[in-house]
């Protein structure tokens, strides 16, 4: 009786106070009625034609311009990709280099776009060694030779040109725009300029482009206009590729290579090729979980720790309670480990794919999970340790009417790379060359040890953890996710899955619930604010090191799809960012 009266009183409220959400529908909605449930405290961006997500607005704005224009998802995605270099040049990037996965409706085909940096063809394994044998880590992190060879412009164009409908003058204009008339200086770009001032001054390219002739700040509102970069967007536009690899932008990118004694040179550049790899396609309870193979370690560990779980019943144990986190710490950690001795450039290492991504595999290494207590990372086999990436990297997701879905994870590695800008180009230079491992087998600067698949040679790719990945539902595309954040990123992509999957969020509550991390070294899990004290507390019971936080775990951009309807968001952690649906 008391139970029927509360009822009664919770839909007279709900209909007196919100009458709106309560007209939103639920899941029993009418196929084109937005499906949120009246008690979703996060609402996802509305589109009926097609959405974009990004960590910046005006590029997600680019793309859903390009979108209302009839341009197809992959058209988008580049015009989206080229403008954040401009918008967004902490990571958006033409001077560093990604993955992109595709997912086409029409011919239901999956495509993975390997557009990683590679190593110049005089890098070699002792690189970053000074004479007594240590590891010099300034030298793979803010010099010239940390670049590799930029990847970026191959990629977006082998995705063009195969799979996309307009030219690139016409997915290119909106960011030469960008770069040429300038746009108003934003929170997030003013924040992160005044954080990296010191480093970014030190560069005369840079220094000129990012602060005034003073050498003041911009600020907030003010008109940063990027001049050179304008130049080699339209270099680009009017030359294709080979205007970036053999022509006059290849030169001045040399040149500045030569000045700081870097080692790239004109034969590196003009080797360059954007790969297809096949797509890493897991099975998970009827979904298709597309993501990228090696040379990232994402779609491999994220399909490795979501079979580990696939025959827990998460749903019933519940969103972030004690026994999931308990279960998810643990399999991240035998991930993690796997990582470190396994992974690396498929063309240059013998990475297990097919074993480490086996039903088989998974339930050997789920049986070994002790119900509740926590096992020590030091006696989880390999004994090798991974690298640690930097956090900043970006990702953006888009999806158009006819149901192509891109995902695209692209980075410079750290905030603005090595730091270094090529004279004369407005590109900033990635600092890829220290995902590789530069001692393998013995303790970095970090402390940290990485393996010898992931050894520095030339023109090799380094390992990545970028997760680009499209959930598939009956062969359609129903979640588009992923994220930056270094080594974080697969598990905040898994999160992401395993919030919709098993625990039946919106789009927007999927990437707005705390998240967790541990990658097996250090053995100590991150916990975002969010989790309450009492869990945190049984988890420290059961054995788990609760390791003090000191940022936000990724910034996801992602895309829902059903019923006629895209249900974009991107990431409350993240000022600035932004997902746009078109009608
Ligand atoms: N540089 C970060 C990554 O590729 O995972």
């Given at each position: 009786m008391k139970l029927k009266v509360l009822v009664l009183i919770t839909s007279i409220i709900s209909f007196c106070v919100s009458p709106a959400l309560a007209q939103?529908?639920?899941?029993?909605?009418?196929?084109?009625t937005p499906r949120l449930n009246t008690t979703d405290r996060f609402v996802p961006v509305i589109g009926r034609a097609g959405m974009v997500t990004s960590r910046e607005k005006m590029a997600s704005q680019v793309g859903a311009d390009i979108l209302k224009k009839g341009g197809n998802a992959v058209d988008a995605a580049v015009a989206v990709g080229f403008a954040l270099a401009v918008t967004y040049p902490q990571a958006g990037n033409i001077g560093g280099g990604g993955f992109m996965v595709i997912h086409l409706a029409d011919e239901n085909k999956s495509i993975a776009i390997d557009y990683r940096e590679m190593a110049p063809s005089a890098a070699h394994r002792d690189m970053y060694l000074n004479e007594d044998g240590s590891v010099d880590n300034d030298r793979s992190k803010y010099t010239a030779k940390a670049s590799g060879v930029p990847g970026t412009v191959a990629g977006m164009i082998h995705a063009l040109e195969n799979y996309g409908t307009m030219s690139l003058k016409e997915v290119m204009q909106p960011a030469y725009d960008l770069a040429n008339d300038g746009f108003p200086m934003y929170n997030y770009l003013q924040s992160s300029l005044n954080n990296r001032r010191e480093r970014l001054m030190e560069n005369e390219a840079a220094a000129k482009v990012f602060y005034k002739a003073d050498g003041s700040s911009y600020n907030y509102g003010e008109i940063l206009k990027q001049k050179d970069l304008a130049w080699s967007l339209k270099q680009i536009m009017d030359g294709g590729k080979d205007a970036f690899y053999k022509g006059e932008i290849a030169r001045r990118i040399v040149a500045d290579q030569a000045a700081h004694d870097g080692l790239i040179t004109m034969e590196d550049m003009a080797n360059y090729v954007a790969l297809e790899r096949p797509a890493i396609v897991g099975d998970y309870k009827g979904y298709k979980v597309v993501t990228m193979p090696p040379p990232s370690s994402g779609g491999v560990h994220l399909i490795q720790i979501m079979n580990m779980l696939e025959n827990d019943d998460l749903k019933s144990k519940g969103h972030n309670t004690a026994a999931t986190l308990h279960l998810y710490i643990e399999a991240m950690r035998q991930a993690y480990a796997d990582r470190s001795k396994y992974l690396g450039d498929p063309d240059f290492a013998d990475v297990p794919v097919e074993e480490l991504t086996s039903k088989e595999y998974a339930k050997l290494i789920r049986a070994q999970i002790p119900a509740d207590k926590a096992r020590r990372s030091?006696?989880?086999?390999?004994?090798l340790n991974l690298l640690v990436e930097s956090p900043d990297t970006t990702h953006f997701s888009v999806m158009d009417r006819d149901g192509n879905a891109v995902s695209n994870t692209y980075t410079l590695n750290f905030s603005y790379g090595n730091h270094m800008m090529a004279a004369g180009t407005g590109i900033m230079m990635n600092n890829?060359?220290?995902?590789?491992?530069?001692?393998?087998?013995t303790p970095n600067g970090y402390g940290l040890i990485g393996g010898e698949a992931n050894s520095v040679q030339p023109r090799k790719r380094p390992l990545s953890s970028m997760t680009p990945t499209i959930v598939l539902k009956d062969d359609k595309p129903f979640f588009v996710t992923g994220s930056p954040g270094g080594s974080t990123i697969i598990t905040t992509v898994l999160q992401s899955v395993f919030n919709v999957l098993e625990f039946d969020m919106n789009a927007m509550h999927a990437l707005a619930a705390p998240r967790i991390h541990h990658q097996?070294?250090?053995?100590a899990v991150m916990i975002e604010e969010g989790v309450s004290k009492d869990t945190k507390d049984i988890l420290a019971n059961m054995g788990h090191i609760i390791a003090p936080m000191q940022f936000t775990l990724g910034s996801l951009s992602t895309i829902m799809y059903r019923d006629g309807i895209f249900y974009g968001a991107a990431d409350i952690?993240?000022?600035?960012a932004a997902a746009i649906g078109i009608d």
């Open positions: 939103m529908g639920d899941s029993n909605s009418a196929a084109n030091t006696d989880i086999a390999p004994a890829e060359m220290d995902d590789f491992s530069a001692k393998p087998g097996w070294l250090p053995d952690r993240s000022m600035d």
